[in-house]
């Protein structure tokens, strides 16, 4: 069995280290509500109706299409002085390319060096890729854009898309049209129309479910506890009418008389009787598409502390869809090292935010943010520090579908969570704290809990949620129960996984809490097991192609075994061609710890041993890379 069929299995909190052979040790379990049954995934719902939805749609292409790798067409080196408009002109050549079949016109790379990047660059064109050498600290290897000043005041770095933040409020004339379902459940692909003439299949539309006073009153206007004596009068009110309106950005795959299907799920129940659903067609005004921003380190001047005067942001995806970030690190940002507004099917892959500067309070450190109208979002194989909320929506009700994917967490203020105002349908799938709670701090490091009135009148969160075989460490991981909905925590980690009172800070129903500090949860990973389940595969045979399931472009890079590894540990890497590769460790800052492999190797499967010697525990990263591709794996080495 090669290391794409291994594994491992935590019998206690302190990640202790098991070998898979042929089964694993730990005995293997199932929730009660999603179970495996000949070979598909079966859900219970409750009396409510709340189910556990699908959340494999999340990524670019509505996942399970693996990102594009997209041919060089002008390369740059950095010069002297600021390069913001060294860099914008060289996009403005690239985005004046026609565009392939596949609607791409090429990437523009930026060679190895130091660019200081004095203003904002933005990427606007679709079918452009923005691609470094690197995201390693040397600019002899990297590619490094270091932004300086503070002109404008707490910009972004570099913005993708079409930097509006619309939220998919424009639609095509005429084409508004009630849903007349009684009832639409979460998790439902289908629902009937007044009249369904105006749509067609492949069309790109908005559902609209706007905020009334009967919808608020069965959640009771927001839960935001605007009686409890830490509230302020005047500004910690219920939530109004108008003010948290449910949007979904869909496409149409079925019309057949007034019915319509959907590509992707619905992540509230949508009830008639107290809120008239309506759908239009997107205009897609100013939308752009098939962006990829690759292999880049932002790092942004800041006098250290908490200084404020200085960049906010280093990435914004903004009016986009059909994009991606991947093999970025990104530091010293006060806001966001990634955010997305009126953003759907992206990609965040392989990318650090860390060390963020700024005050510790409200509006600053979410490492990766989704923002307004973020929808269908996978967050996979980051990792992040120091921030306050290191995986965050941050995006009320228009927000929803978002995946957490195998992401990291160390030195964190507070809790990853959903923040405000019935964002719905997020899923944290084996997101693991490094370090636990800081000394002295609130222990929360998860939370899918009301907020009441917390921040400007908070209240639920997030809605239809779920955290799937996470580990907290020694911290809390509040989960709580909304009126019309549920949330899930199942197969967790950590010192209390509750809902209640303390350790929560409202006093509100629990959620649904189950295999709590027990290991052996199958499926691993519900997003993978879901979207396996979707493309009709396994979740071995989408690793990579090893196991047969197809042939890579150029190489492929296994999981190293074991993992977590105390001293040694061995990776393995495959070329479908003879090909020129470097295999290195990376520290979580792209520091080179070692090299392993460089030169020119066969055709095959090849195997390497890492000894990692006197290095301290923590997470490492191995980097294969192989013409312009580069892959990368997270290890966890633990003495």
């Known amino acids: 069995m090669n290391s794409f069929n291994r594994g491992f299995c935590r019998c206690t909190g302190l990640l202790s280290l098991i070998v898979l052979l042929n089964a694993p040790l730990c005995p293997a379990w199932e929730s009660q509500i999603v179970q495996v049954h000949t070979g598909k995934l079966v859900y219970r719902a409750d009396e409510e109706g709340n189910r556990i939805p699908d959340f494999s749609h999340a990524g670019y292409k509505g996942g399970g299409v693996p990102l594009p790798e997209i041919p060089v067409v002008k390369t740059i080196s950095p010069i002297a002085g600021d390069n913001t408009a060294h860099i914008q002109n060289a996009l403005f050549e690239v985005g004046l390319l026609p565009q392939n079949e596949a609607g791409f016109r090429g990437a523009l790379l930026l060679s190895a060096g130091k660019y200081e990047i004095r203003g904002t660059i933005k ?77 067609a299949v492949g069309d790109n539309i908005i559902i609209y479910h706007p905020c009334t006073e009967d919808w608020l009153a069965a959640i009771d206007y927001g839960g935001t506890w605007s009686q409890d004596p830490g509230a302020e009068p005047g500004v910690d009110l219920p939530w109004a009418i108008g003010s948290q309106n449910i949007v979904y950005n869909r496409r149409i795959t079925g019309v057949a008389g007034s019915t319509i299907t959907i590509d992707a799920p619905l992540f509230d129940h949508l009830i008639r009787k107290q809120s008239q659903s309506y759908i239009y067609k997107y205009a897609r005004t100013g939308l752009r598409s098939r962006i990829g921003i690759e292999n880049l380190r932002i790092d942004i001047e800041t006098r250290g502390g908490v200084d404020e005067a200085h960049a906010w942001t280093a990435i914004d995806l903004f009016q986009i869809e059909d994009a991606w970030v991947r093999e970025c690190t990104l530091l010293h940002f006060g806001h966001s090292g990634v955010r997305t507004n009126t953003a759907t099917r992206i990609t965040i892959e392989n990318c650090r935010a860390l060390d963020p500067v700024s005050t510790i309070e409200g509006e600053r450190r979410y490492n990766f943010n989704v923002y307004n109208a973020s929808q269908l979002v996978l967050f996979k194989n980051c990792h992040a520090t120091n921030g306050r909320h290191h995986y965050v929506s941050n995006g009320a009700s228009w927000t929803s579908g978002c995946v957490f994917l195998d992401c990291t967490s160390s030195g964190a203020w507070t809790s990853s969570e959903g923040h405000r105002q019935w964002s719905t349908g997020l899923l944290w799938d084996n997101v693991v704290d490094l370090d636990g709670p800081r000394p002295g701090y609130n222990p929360r490091l998860l939370g899918l809990y009301n907020r009441g009135h917390y921040g400007t009148s908070h209240g639920w969160g997030v809605a239809h949620s779920v955290a799937w075989n996470c580990d907290v460490a020694a911290g809390d991981l509040i989960v709580q129960k909304p009126p019309t909905a549920q949330n899930y925590a199942i197969g967790c980690q950590g010192k209390n996984i509750t809902g209640k009172k303390p350790p929560a800070p409202f006093a509100e129903p629990e959620g649904y809490i189950e295999g709590s500090s027990t290991p052996g949860l199958e499926p691993r990973s519900l997003y993978e097991a879901q979207l396996a389940e979707r493309l009709a595969a396994t979740p071995v045979a989408l690793e990579g192609w090893l196991s047969g399931a197809k042939q890579p472009a150029s190489c492929a890079l296994a999981q190293n075994y074991p993992n977590p590894f105390n001293g040694e540990t061995r990776l393995e890497f495959a070329l479908d061609r003879p090909g020129h590769i470097t295999l290195t460790i990376q520290s979580v800052r792209g520091e080179q710890i070692a090299a392993l492999a460089a030169g020119q190797f066969p055709a095959g499967v090849h195997s390497v041993t890492w000894l990692a010697g006197s290095l301290p525990s923590g997470l490492y990263f191995a980097r294969l890379t192989h013409e312009d591709k580069t892959i990368t794996k997270r290890m966890l080495l633990i003495k």
Do not use: C, K
């Open 123 to 199: 990427l606007g064109f679709d079918g452009v890729v923005l691609r470094g050498a690197g995201d390693g600290e040397d600019p002899a290897t990297s590619t490094i854009l270091w932004a300086t000043g503070n002109s404008p005041n707490q910009r972004t770095v570099l913005i993708a898309g079409g930097g509006g933040t619309t939220r998919w409020r424009d639609e095509v004339a005429n084409t508004r049209r009630d849903i007349t379902s009684d009832t639409v459940l979460v998790g439902s692909r289908r629902f009937d129309l007044s009249d369904a003439s105006p749509f």
